[in-house]
């Protein structure tokens, strides 16, 4: 049914940038919440970032504003994760999200029914 898709992970060294992507399929309504969320070894999973599509309001955990920057694409129905200053902390598997229609966003795991397959981000110092 729904599908997410997740591209742009890879290795950098501190100070360092990556963008990921998020192709979704089979989800075409206007209005819901779409997230990043990342999760490092023995850590539990965390929210970085949200964006309600209807009204393009955005969201970010404190560690990462001023360095991230999420955003989307509604003709190819995609979301995006600029990730700029990287540094070692940020290093985790990164998970793209998808709510329900007219929900508004959260960063609690249990209000996303849908998620990608992971994509790993590694910073070295």
């Known amino acids: 049914q729904v599908q997410m898709v997740e591209s742009g992970g890879g290795s950098v060294q501190a100070g360092g940038s990556l963008r990921l992507s998020c192709a979704a399929s089979?989800?075409?309504?206007?209005?819901?919440?779409m997230g990043w969320f990342r999760q490092a070894p023995g850590k539990e999973r965390e929210g970085v970032a949200t964006i309600y599509t209807g009204a393009h309001y955005t969201y970010y955990a404190d560690s990462v504003k001023g360095r991230f920057t999420i955003s989307q694409d509604n003709a190819k129905n995609a979301l995006y994760l600029q990730m700029n200053s990287l540094a070692p902390e940020d290093t985790a598997m990164y998970y793209c999200?998808?709510?329900?229609?007219?929900?508004?966003?959260?960063?609690?795991?249990?209000?996303?029914?849908?998620w990608g397959q992971g994509n790993q981000v590694t910073v070295s110092s």
């Open positions: 089979g989800y075409t309504s206007r209005s819901y919440c």
């Open positions: 999200a998808a709510g329900l229609p007219d929900e508004f966003c959260t960063f609690e795991t249990e209000a996303y029914n849908y």
